[in-house]
């Protein structure tokens, strides 16, 4: 759509639904980094196919999962309040979406980025107003992985390991 139309694209309304954490009968699941890994392989893959941004549906629910429109259902959230005794917790996702906006600035402009051979880390990178370039690692598996980053424009080379389990930014300029 991009491409042929011109025309910017911005993925709303994510969520995490009980569906999608087969390893979970929780609604909310305090805690759950599966979860946050989710949210950063979605952030990942939305940003690399042309999407100008990632907005959550519910950034912050009750501990049931609600409200939510429509009231077909409850999900997990970011923040989740315990009204009852005047709390919030932040749960991994909360942190995940901090962890790109802290990267990802205002003007800034996703760039090309490619992988060779193919590899199970899943890579993002972005060109930022201040001239800096952030690079986003996320590597699922239960290994570490070495990763080398090629700058063609900046002609530099970067081997970074990517720890096991692990969302990492590198940024330069």
Same mark, same amino acid.
């Given at each position: ?60 629910? *009750? ?11 409850? +999900?997990?959230?970011?923040? %989740? =309040? @315990?009204? !009852? ?53 996320? *590597? ?11 700058? +063609?424009?900046?002609?530099? %080379? =970067? @081997?970074? !390991? ?12």
């Amino acid at each position: 759509m991009f491409k042929k139309y011109n025309k910017f694209l911005l993925y709303t309304e994510a969520c995490i639904i009980r569906r999608l954490d087969p390893n979970s009968t929780l609604t909310v699941d305090l805690g759950s980094w599966i979860r946050g890994a989710a949210y950063a392989t979605d952030i990942i893959e939305v940003i690399n196919h042309f999407s100008i941004g990632f907005i959550d549906w519910n950034m912050a629910l *009750n501990t049931e999962g609600g409200p939510v429109f429509p009231t077909s259902g409850t +999900v997990d959230a970011p923040v %989740i =309040v @315990n009204a !009852s005794a005047d709390e919030f917790y932040k749960n991994p996702m909360f942190y995940v979406l901090g962890h790109f906006s802290k990267f990802i600035d205002e003007g800034s402009y996703r760039v090309d980025s490619t992988s060779e051979p193919l590899s199970s880390v899943s890579h993002l990178a972005t060109t930022n107003p201040d001239g800096s370039i952030s690079t986003f690692l996320y *590597n699922p598996t239960e290994s570490d992985i070495t990763v080398i980053l090629h700058d +063609v424009i900046n002609k530099k %080379i =970067v @081997n970074i !390991s990517v720890k096991a389990e692990s969302l990492n930014t590198v940024v330069w300029w």
